[in-house]
Structures are given as structure tokens and as C-alpha cells.
């Protein structure tokens, strides 16, 4: 107990830099007493609209949040949803520096209407890449040259919208090992084969099976990858996809997250460690996963163990489940329940 307050109290010293697909969310809640006449859908009476930052955003505002100072890297639109998504970012003190305007594409914007505790619908506008602004991919990668050697470390958070390409995950994680820098990657399934030799990745089961199954039908070499079922249904099957992942991609470490079942961490040489859940209520999985990384990551920049980190980690996502929508963990909350263990 004594050792993750130690390093919780480090967190303050740190600069972890975010790159990575930045949305904004926007929450419409409301409450339901009848069906419309139009069509079979419930009429929502709108009574509370706010915005949070989502993606990479988010992952960085739980970062500030837990004390440490995130740098976010990445594009937004010239719109209103991007001056209201740069706003909410200055107010919440993450460094916007590396963040550029693409005026080839929207903000990505995801709204989610909820009434009763639950979600009506979610609607998304973002506009498919056809080929990458490579005016906007310079200066993203002139920025990351210029800021990284001042970070502690660096999270890929990648949503699968565009940013995060083979040649920006190569720059990156070459330039990280140069530095001795720690690196970690939220994974997008059909992007697993790019995130070779880093500190980390943390996907949950699902993209943990679809990244086996994505694998075995696009990789040069699958049959390197030990296993030969994208399913996985036992303790046994988790253990033996972990291990696999961990070798075929040359990784420290690999995080498994479970959901109710909490998490599971693959190192070299190691046995697997089992971390049980910590969440009382499971209110909204929105943007667990980017509580997960932040958190994991800034223990493993406040020296702790990738065990503590990731206990670390679980504690956080126990406490963001419990509330609503893509929202960040506190520091003090954290302390709260650490102490509570």
C-alpha cells in the first residue's frame, strides 16, 4: 500500500506526451415518457447537454487529472466542434501545442444521447482519410522530434480514424527507444502487426481475438503466432494468447483488460499475474480503456513495477466505470482508493 502512494506521489514530476486520434464527445441526456408518433422511438425531453474530450483527449485529461502534464499531439477541424474541443482542452490544462488544424476534415465528433441511465443512440461525424495531409503529418512529426526528449513518456492511442500509420508508429518508437523512453500503445485490431518493440500494449479480449484472427489472415509469417483459435474462452486460452502476442510482437509487456473480470499482465519470462476488478458499479465503459493506458503508463514513468502499474490501472477503471460518459480519474480518487484496499 505504502509503495503505490509512493508512487502516486511522483506523478506530479511527470510529462507524458498523448499522440493519437482526438475526438470530441458530446452528451445529450434526457428522460423518456413516450414513443413518438412518427416513427417507433422514444422521445427524449433533452434536460443536460455537455462536451468532454474523447480518444487521445481523453487519455490526456485523465492524465492531468491523476497530476502528471500531458502534451497531446494530433488534428482537428476548422469548425466549431474544434474551437470547442481546443476550449475544453485549455480549461482542463493539457498542453495544445502539438495539436493542427486539418481543414481537409471535420472534428470527429461522437454524440451520445442518454435518458434513464441509458444510451438511445450514439451519432458519429467524421469523414473517412482517402490519402493523409502530408502538410499536417510533417508538422505533427517536426512537433513530436522537438517535445519528446523533454517527456517521460509516450502514448499511442490509436481509434482506428487515420493518425497512427505504420511510418508514424516506426518514427515514434524508434525516436522512444533512442531515448530510452517509454512507450505504450492502445491498439486499433487491424493495426496490431505495426506495434512491434514497445514498453506496452493494452487491449481488452475482444481486440485481443480479433487481433489473432486479423493475424492469421494478413500477416506474412502467421504461423508464428502460436495459437490456432481467435477464441477466447477459458483462463488457459487467455494465458496462451498472451504469451503468443507477447513473443510474435516482441513486447515488454502486454494488458490484457477484462472487463468485470479485471485484468491480465504478460511480461518476458514471467508467469501471468491475474488483477482482479475493483469497480463496485458499472455505471458507463465509455473511455475505460484510456483511463487504463494513462494510468498504466504514468506508474510505469513513476518507477513502478509493470505489476503496480497495472494495479494501478484497475483501480482507476473501477472508478470510471462508475460514472458517465468518457471522464477522467482524479488524483485524490485514486489515493481514496488505494486506501481502501
Do not use: W
Not at 505504502?2 to 493519437?20: C, E, P, R, T, Y
Not at 468532454?52 to 497530476?67: I, K
Not at 485549455?90 to 470527429?108: A, N, V
Not at 533512442?178 to 500503445?185: C, L, P, V
Amino acid at each position: 500500500m505504502a509503495q503505490l502512494h509512493s508512487i502516486i506521489s511522483k506523478f506530479h514530476n511527470k510529462k507524458i506526451m498523448v499522440i493519437g486520434d482526438i475526438i470530441l464527445d458530446q452528451y445529450i441526456q434526457g428522460s423518456v415518457f413516450r414513443l413518438s408518433p412518427e416513427a417507433p422511438v422514444p422521445v427524449v425531453l433533452q434536460e443536460k447537454a455537455f462536451y468532454t474530450p474523447g480518444g487521445a483527449a481523453n487519455v490526456a485529461h485523465n492524465l492531468c487529472g491523476l497530476g502528471a502534464r500531458a502534451v497531446l499531439v494530433g488534428k482537428i477541424g476548422n469548425d466549431p466542434e474544434g474551437k470547442i474541443l481546443s476550449r475544453e482542452l485549455r480549461q482542463k490544462g493539457i498542453d495544445t501545442r502539438g495539436i493542427f488544424i486539418d481543414k481537409t476534415l471535420p472534428t470527429i465528433c461522437k454524440t451520445r444521447v442518454i435518458a434513464q441511465h441509458q444510451q438511445v443512440v450514439r451519432i458519429d461525424r467524421e469523414k473517412a482519410e482517402d490519402t493523409p495531409n502530408t502538410l499536417v503529418s510533417e508538422k505533427i512529426m517536426n512537433f513530436v522530434r522537438q517535445a519528446l526528449p523533454s517527456c517521460d513518456a509516450v502514448i499511442l492511442s490509436d481509434y482506428g480514424k487515420g493518425l497512427i500509420t505504420p511510418q508514424l508508429v516506426s518514427f515514434v518508437r524508434d525516436m522512444a527507444l533512442a531515448k530510452r523512453k517509454i512507450i505504450t500503445i492502445d491498439p486499433k485490431v487491424e493495426h496490431f502487426s505495426y506495434y512491434r518493440n514497445v514498453t506496452a500494449i493494452t487491449p481488452n479480449l475482444r481486440e485481443t481475438e480479433n487481433a489473432i484472427r486479423n493475424i492469421k489472415i494478413t500477416a506474412i509469417l502467421p504461423e508464428k503466432l502460436g495459437i490456432h483459435f481467435d477464441r477466447l474462452r477459458t483462463d488457459g486460452d487467455i494465458d496462451l494468447a498472451g504469451k503468443e502476442l507477447l513473443k510474435y510482437l516482441n513486447l515488454d509487456s502486454l494488458l490484457i483488460t477484462l472487463g468485470e473480470h479485471g485484468m491480465r499482465l504478460f511480461e518476458k519470462q514471467k508467469d501471468p499475474v491475474i488483477i482482479k476488478t475493483r469497480a463496485k458499479e458499472v455505471y458507463d465503459v465509455s473511455g475505460a480503456g484510456d483511463t487504463v493506458i494513462a494510468t498504466f503508463t504514468l506508474g510505469l514513468s513513476a518507477g513502478a513495477k509493470k505489476k503496480e502499474a497495472a494495479v494501478l490501472a484497475n483501480l482507476a477503471a473501477g472508478i470510471v466505470v462508475g460514472k458517465l460518459g468518457a471522464v477522467a480519474v482524479t488524483k485524490a480518487e485514486l489515493l481514496e482508493s488505494v486506501g481502501s484496499q
